[in-house]
């Protein structure tokens, strides 16, 4: 079993910046493809970015690409999401995400377990 806790979240006006952090229970943090997912009211969950076991690949939406950037911490069992140029249309609850086998992938279906989430609120 693995739990996942997003912390990070808030109110930030359009253009600012924000780092979310997610924290993996268990010593198999590094076994795990991770993703950033998020959201909005009345809408599916959708896609952020996703990072693999080594953190050497990366992909994203193209709705966040060149503005989010996935990485994470092995040895702290963390995974990061730094958003910077913030839009109003990125106000979501944002969840991470654990694939416990198979390659990083940009599916929800295909992540094992999800934390709690985290809101995040830009004002214009």
């Known amino acids: 079993q693995v739990q996942l806790v997003e912390y990070g979240g808030g109110l930030v006006q359009a253009g600012g910046s924000l780092r979310l952090s997610c924290a993996a229970s268990?010593?198999?943090?590094?076994?795990?493809?991770m993703g950033w997912f998020r959201q909005a009211p009345g809408k599916e969950r959708e896609f952020v970015a996703t990072?693999?076991?080594?953190?050497?690949?990366?992909a994203y939406a193209d709705s966040v690409k060149g503005r989010f950037t996935i990485s994470r911490d092995n040895a702290k069992n963390t995974v990061y999401l730094q958003m910077n140029s913030l839009k109003p249309e990125d106000t979501a609850v944002y969840y991470c995400a654990a694939r416990v086998t198979g390659a990083s992938n940009t599916l929800p279906a295909t992540y094992d377990y999800w934390g709690q989430g985290t809101q995040v609120t830009v004002s214009s």
């Open positions: 268990g010593r198999t943090f590094s076994t795990y493809a």
């Open positions: 990072i693999s076991r080594s953190g050497g690949n990366t």
